[in-house]
């Protein structure tokens, strides 16, 4: 199974962003999908997710900002991001679990500055 990411880039504070994750395999039946992301000299940290019965959850941080979607047609996951922070840039990396194993997408560079 592999992911691959995109979308990251960079935008000031305030602006907008849509990351796409697409997936080499259906994702009709994942249990969970998420997006997580790692700011420089900090963990990687759950930003949101999505269970297969289409409920999702956010860190406080981005709760109202961001939200967790996915096209089965597409086998794709998506985080549209707005209201952008500084505090928000990071290297935003999509996750899987599919029965034991952990899949990890690339990970793709959010960037906002002024």
């Known amino acids: 199974v592999q992911l691959q990411a995109s979308g990251g880039g960079l935008v000031q504070p305030g602006g907008s962003l849509r990351l796409s994750c697409v997936v080499s395999?259906?994702?009709?039946?994942?249990?969970?999908m998420g997006w997580y992301r790692q700011a420089p000299g900090k963990q990687r940290e759950l930003v949101a997710r999505i269970t297969s019965n289409g409920v999702t959850n956010y860190d406080y941080s981005v709760k109202g900002r961001f939200t967790i979607s996915r096209d089965y047609a597409k086998n794709t996951v998506y985080q549209q991001m707005n209201s952008l922070k500084p505090e928000d840039t990071a290297v935003y990396y999509c996750?899987?679990?599919?029965?034991?194993?952990?899949?990890w997408g690339q990970g793709t560079l959010v960037t906002v500055s002024s």
């Open positions: 996750n899987t679990v599919i029965g034991f194993s952990n899949y």
């Open positions: 395999t259906s994702i009709f039946g994942i249990d969970v």
